[in-house]
């Protein structure tokens, strides 16, 4: 045989956490004709890759994601191939662009993944071809898409086309008969077109933007019993997934979603994934709560997973621009407001601060900030004097000030040229390490695409081999590499049932060699891009070029020496992955 790729003894991992082992792999027509021992006659061979002494990995699946904006006008998305992510998911948080329109859509995602607005409006507008979940999925496999895509369809998507942004948005409204049966029907056709599930929200820090329903909660928090129980009854039915955000400050809504996900009195489990298992900072006991949960409902009959980002959750913000202000009144307050002018006006008021000094001092009950100014590191201001100080640090050099008026005043005086950071979970090596091996937690939430100048994880599969294999390099091993490769691939296209995550003799070649020597530091390093489909707006990206020689899908380059080849966003390499169904490798043009 004449293959069109062959990669030569590496160290292959094939996905399923069997052993791995030194390997030939020939590459003919988009998939893995042979694993051999031997090795393989080159004659004809156009690329041989020498990967003596690297890792040869069925390419990353990253589960959460908001690209579905992104990969409108940069169908390529080079950041997450970059790392070795070859197939994603679409659709996270009850956000997706199935069925609004632009205004919506910028209304929806705008404010929640600080995405923008205007860019999602004119993004959907410009691209809207479709008016169902099958015409939706033929768009997309009409672009030249660089990794594979699987999606979920939001329920404030579906919410929001069905009874309109406004009515979706208030409490005494409930959808009609008509309006529920056409939101199940809405369902049923993303489920038939290949969706792997539903995603749903009860987060309520999650804020609508522009101007008619400015500051509601997303349409998904709304949905009374009756609602969601027709919508689970068809994802269990049909044994798909259900994403669900559940609301942090009633936490008995964690149990029911729990709950929910048993296979009662013979009926098939609801496959459920929940965000998320973090070790928050500012309530360090819950992350021990969260893995018992998981491995009890399991154990009745249930199929639940939480999600689980596998490195410090640390965020960068600009200003008071940080998606965490919204889960107390003041910040919330703030964020409100879109004009600097009116924005600035409300900080410098006396009264507005004794409130935001309230809610800062109240450390009791649910929340994800640890609300300590104290532990938040300025990294950048036009004054020289404030960086590498905390805003606690300010104050205290600054004559006593509260730490919430020091932060004030900077932002008064520098707006957004003022940036900052702090890590909010994951901040304890010991807890990653026993959270990366339970088999109730999901590895993901790496939230690419959204909260562009916030945080970047897009390379968090690679961080996690970094830290097993640190551990194992220490004598102090928690899990072997070869199932942390399971883990963050062949396990989670088994459990989300679309076709990815592994590399077997037959498989779709989507292909990741990673150098193990270069897993350093440099993995932890963040810098920015401009992004051009979003008026050159600066995003916090990760670039560890060395530890990826090459990334393939089915069987074509598209990454070389850490950056994208000249095929990401010109052919398609990817496709849509439908769930429950085989798929068929993208191969070139004759």
């Not at 030194?22 to 051999?36: E, F, H």
């Not at 659709?91 to 859509?105: E, F, K, N, P, R």
């Not at 409006?121 to 999925?137: G, L, S």
């Not at 979706?168 to 038939?192: C, F, G, I, W, Y």
Request: hydrophobic share 40%.
């Amino acid at each position: 045989m004449t293959y069109d790729t062959i990669i030569k003894g590496g160290r292959w991992f094939d996905g399923t956490g069997a052993a791995s082992a030194v390997r030939n792999l020939g590459i003919k027509d988009g998939r893995v004709a042979v694993v051999s021992v031997e090795d393989l006659d080159e004659t004809g061979c156009p690329e041989v890759v020498d990967a003596a002494g690297q890792w040869v990995l069925p390419g990353f699946v990253d589960i959460h994601t908001h690209y579905d904006i992104e990969v409108l006008d940069g169908p390529g998305l080079p950041e997450s191939l970059r790392h070795g992510v070859t197939t994603l998911l679409l659709g996270s948080c009850s956000l997706s662009t199935v069925h609004v329109g632009g205004v919506d859509a910028g209304d929806l995602f705008g404010r929640v993944e600080a995405i923008p607005r205007q860019h999602v409006i004119r993004a959907v507008d410009e691209h809207k071809t479709w008016d169902n979940a099958q015409q939706y999925v033929e768009m997309l496999e009409s672009l030249p898409l660089g990794p594979n895509l699987a999606a979920f369809v939001g329920h404030s998507d579906m919410r929001t086309a069905t009874m309109g942004l406004d009515r979706a948005t208030r409490k005494e409204v409930k959808p009609s008969r008509s309006e529920q049966a056409r939101m199940e029907r809405m369902l049923n056709e993303a489920l038939d077109a290949g969706f792997v599930g539903m995603s749903a929200q009860q987060l309520l820090f999650d804020k609508v933007d522009g101007d008619l329903c400015r500051s509601r909660t997303l349409p998904s928090t709304y949905a009374k019993g009756k609602e969601m129980r027709g919508l689970r009854k068809i994802l269990r039915r049909r044994r798909r997934a259900l994403q669900a955000g559940p609301d942090a400050s009633h936490p008995h809504t964690i149990g029911v979603q729990a709950l929910g996900s048993i296979g009662w009195f013979g009926k098939p489990a609801l496959r459920t994934s929940l965000l998320s298992a973090a070790d928050i900072k500012a309530i360090p006991f819950v992350i021990h709560l969260m893995r018992p949960i998981a491995n009890l409902v399991n154990k009745m009959g249930a199929d639940f997973r939480w999600q689980h980002l596998p490195v410090p959750f640390e965020v960068y913000a600009d200003g008071i621009d940080l998606v965490i202000f919204e889960e107390f009144g003041s910040g919330a307050m703030a964020l409100h407001i879109q004009e600097k002018l009116a924005r600035d006006e409300l900080m410098r008021d006396p009264e507005y601060r004794k409130k935001f000094r309230k809610d800062y001092e109240s450390k009791y009950g649910p929340r994800v900030w640890h609300r300590d100014f104290y532990d938040a590191e300025i990294v950048a201001c036009p004054d020289p004097s404030v960086v590498g100080k905390s805003f606690g640090q300010v104050g205290d050099e600054r004559g006593g000030k509260h730490p919430v008026d020091a932060f004030l005043d900077l932002v008064l005086e520098h707006g957004t040229d003022i940036r900052w950071r702090t890590t909010i979970s994951n901040h304890r090596p010991e807890v990653l390490k026993k959270l990366a091996a339970d088999p109730g937690i999901q590895v993901g939430f790496s939230d690419a695409g959204a909260h562009l100048r916030n945080m970047a994880f897009y390379n968090f599969a690679l961080r996690l081999l970094k830290h097993v294999r640190d551990a194992e390099i220490q004598g102090k091993p928690f899990m072997t590499t070869e199932q942390a490769v399971h883990r963050l691939t062949g396990e989670l296209g088994e459990w989300y049932r679309i076709d990815a995550g592994f590399l077997r003799e037959g498989d779709r070649a989507d292909i990741v060699v990673i150098d193990p020597e270069r897993l350093d530091a440099t993995l932890e390093e963040y810098h920015e891009s401009p992004v051009e489909q979003y008026g050159n707006l600066s995003r916090m990206v990760n670039r560890n070029d060395a530890a990826v020689p090459a990334v393939f899908i089915a069987g074509r380059r598209v990454v070389e020496a850490g950056e994208p080849t000249e095929l990401v966003g010109r052919e398609r390499t990817g496709q849509f992955l439908r769930a429950e169904q085989p798929s068929r490798a993208v191969v070139a043009a004759s």
